[in-house]
């Protein structure tokens, strides 16, 4: 079964308001990572947060994570019709070498 | 995409039929990998390698092997293929170690379509 799961599955927004997505997983983690893939391409890595780290931060993108919950966010500010994609996240569950994604979130950003 | 390149990158075939995908990779990472992507179930891991001669399975490895002679190609089977495994097949790779070195890098995918 997937160790993580994206909330929403699709979000639609403006050019210029902020997306948010959320990840949440059932085992405990070492790190989480999120990956972005544009349509008909390979993922790409966004950003790593650890699993002692509550916040990270990386040009427009800010990720939060919450052990407690297990749970993560990823808030795009300011977001640009090149922000459509699909976001996913993945978690090691507490693997060093093997990761688990998601199902991935479909945003689309409006011009 | 850089340092991981997968071919085909398009291949039709019959039910029934051998086929073998390749990754091949520049980067001399330890670690390889082989992923199916579909419609509502998101990326699920195949096989993966932890270095020349040594695999495991994956999630959904039933149908597939895998072979890893080299360091630099990673090699997916599909024995028989089915209609099931009709899917978009990447193969990815990270360095050896822990924290950011989990990075997984991805190649571009082949789109697989049995008929």
């Known amino acids: 079964s997937q160790q993580g799961e994206e909330d929403p599955q699709a979000l639609s927004i403006q050019e210029g308001e902020n997306a948010t997505m959320n990840c949440s997983y059932k085992?405990?983690?070492?790190?989480l990572q999120w990956y972005r893939q544009n349509s008909g391409r390979g993922l790409v890595h966004l950003i790593l947060?650890?699993?002692?780290?509550r916040e990270k931060h990386s040009g427009r993108l800010r990720v939060t994570l919450d052990t407690s919950k297990k749970s993560s966010s990823l808030l795009i500010t300011a977001s640009r019709a090149a922000d459509t994609a699909s976001y996913f996240c993945?978690?090691?569950?507490?693997?060093?070498?093997?990761?688990?994604f998601g199902k991935g979130t479909l945003l689309t950003v409006n011009p | 995409d850089a340092g991981i390149t997968q071919s085909p990158r398009h291949k039709v075939t019959e039910t029934g039929t051998p086929v073998t995908l390749r990754c091949h990779q520049t980067e001399n990472h330890r670690y390889m990998y082989w992923y199916r992507q579909d419609p509502g179930h998101g990326l699920r891991l195949i096989h993966y390698?932890?270095?020349?001669?040594?695999?495991d399975k994956g999630e959904v490895s039933d149908g597939y092997s895998v072979s890893r002679s080299k360091t630099e190609d990673f090699l997916l089977t599909l024995e028989s293929a089915t209609s099931s495994q009709t899917s978009v097949y990447f193969c990815?790779?990270?360095?050896?170690?822990?924290?950011?070195?989990?990075?997984?890098?991805f190649g571009p995918g082949t789109r697989l379509l049995v008929l």
């Open positions: 390698s932890y270095g020349v001669k040594d695999t």
């Open positions: 085992t405990s983690i070492n790190n």
């Open positions: 993945a978690t090691d569950g507490g693997s060093n070498y093997k990761l688990t």
């Open positions: 947060i650890r699993s002692n780290e």
């Open positions: 990815a790779i990270s360095e050896e170690g822990g924290g950011a070195r989990k990075t997984q890098y």
